[in-house]
């Protein structure tokens, strides 16, 4: 089964920034990683991934603001997010893609919270 350890998350200001990291193992990280993330009474939903190679894509919604990146020699997968806006807040989880979909395994994900 797979594991998932997420952190970073904090409490921090509209126009402020973090990085959120992800510990997985070895077999996962070898697949496209991704985050994800869900608002207090809303489905969780998409926000990026990147692939084995590198290439990383972002939902609308974050473009240009946050940015996805891996480092192979720790299986460790990143968000730094930066001009957080209050819309923002969510509990910030990541996944794998599975074959061709992801996968069904969560992580407990970490909490961001943008509030003045």
């Known amino acids: 089964q797979a594991q998932f350890v997420e952190s970073g998350g904090a409490l921090v200001q509209p126009g402020g920034s973090l990085k959120l990291s992800c510990v997985t193992s070895?077999?996962?990280?070898?697949?496209?990683m991704a985050w994800f993330r869900q608002a207090p009474g809303k489905q969780r939903e998409f926000i990026a991934a990147i692939t084995r190679a590198g290439s990383g894509n972002y939902a609308d919604s974050v473009n240009g603001r946050f940015s996805i990146y891996r480092d192979t020699t720790t299986s460790t997968l990143y968000l730094q997010m930066n001009r957080l806006k209050p819309e923002d807040t969510a509990v910030y989880y990541c996944n794998y893609r599975a074959g061709t979909a992801w996968s069904d395994y969560w992580g407990q994900g970490t909490q961001v919270t943008v509030s003045a």
């Open positions: 070895e077999n996962i990280f070898r697949n496209t």
